[in-house]
């Protein structure tokens, strides 16, 4: 809705110092602004937010919701699958580095032994509303965009986006038609924040007693600079209310400030004191998911260091090899068993199948000789996304830009990457706040929901004994991008944190 000027900069006037205070915020740019112009340094700004909340339809909100913790056993259980996750990864060695170095890793552990046997994974399963265009009475569906297995962000500044809505709506210059939406609507708070935090306090209190008498801690891998920091401590916050001791280590410090002890014992030390020796009980990467985060031939074995470590890993290797985009087309393959494989239920395994998009590989098979003639032919193009392995956002190539991107690129190299439809949610009206402006028009809206799930596979007589010891839906996260956009990642520097007002 419209608003006049003076109003407009009131409204932001609260929004920024809401978005502040309660620490929906993220480092500014490096640009921003320069130790020469601010010595003291600004160490927040407000990080992308919407100024309304956007309508969600509830069904799918609902079912989205009801299935996560079958998404969670799902991926837990490909996880312990080593010779099926195998049989993918395979396929993208020679094409995927990056996937193929991961996989050495686990090789070179492999081989020596996993001595910890419990794994968690805090996941985000990412969903847009699909309607049928060609039935005018189709109802609304919800449609896997992808499914995050590790650093999935922003839950925990999610929650506190609908109470900043919720505060805004009290303002009189809020515009009267968004003020009579959300006091008639349902707005549901994200309780991620503190579910994925009880996530990693499952872990660490899982992990046990140490064996010699000294402090535990969770350590929490980082980018370096990392400019969502306000998301980290949201979750750090949370465990230490709990009594569990949290430390941030760049990932490129990993190996001046953690060693290996007796047992594969994980020991950080912190720059800040150095006589003092803490255990890690729970390692939660929020990096190495990127290329980019392994410049050094030491950042590999920084990351062999840590997997060999006796500290359970928030995720595993095979865990993060579990998110390859192959293992989605894979499973969203028509009539292909996975699902079975992996789901006991047909209860279970129907309403997974059904938030599948069509998904192809760009390989020597049928249906990857079909998806070649879709994606380099410029018409049919138009309708799909090209995705390479990798999680984190910015790495797809969309729609017209696909045929020219697969010309510029050897044939041998495209099974790489799976070609899929894109998802067309309906449009609706909002406004973004990012970077010190507002956007205004037509926005689209993605779901994600987050999964907390904690396993334990071990070893034992010849087979391996498995047993889920948590699995939960750990709350939701509704990002917003202008409907010109392709990309909706919000680290990535394209869509804004947003919350449901359900329809
Ligand atoms: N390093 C950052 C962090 O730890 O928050 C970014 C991590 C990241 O890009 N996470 C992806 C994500 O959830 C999954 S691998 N992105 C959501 C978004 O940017 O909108």
Redesign the pocket.
Known sequence: PELTKEEEEYLLSNLKDWCIAHGIAVRPPPSFVSKEQDPSGVLATTAPVTLFPSLFPRSCFEEAHAIQTTYNELYAAIARDEEWLYGIVKELVGVDDFTAKLWEVHEAVKKEGYVQALTLGLF?SDYMVHLDPSDPNASPEIKQVEF?T?????GGLSGEVSQLHNVLSKIRAYPQSAKRTIAKANMPVSESASELAAGLAAAHHAYGEPEISRETCVLFI??DP?R?VF??RHLEWNLQKQDIRTFRLPFHRTLLDTRLDFKHKLVYTPPHAPSTAYEVTTIYF??G?SPDDYPRGEDWDARLHLERSNAIKCPSLLTHLAGCKKVQQVLATPNSPHLERFLGTKEKVDRVRATFAPIYPLDASEAGLEAKKLATNPETAQRYVLKPQR???GNNIYRMAIPKFLKSEPEKNWPAYILMEMIEPPAQKNAIFRNGEVQRGGVICELGIYGACLWRNELKGGGTKSEVLKNTQAGYLL?TKGDQSEE?????GF?AIDSVCLA
């Open positions: 985000r995050n590790i650093a999935s962000s922003f980082v980018q990392e969502n998301d980290q929020r990096a998911y999680e984190g956002g990002r909706g990642g919000v680290a990535a869509g």
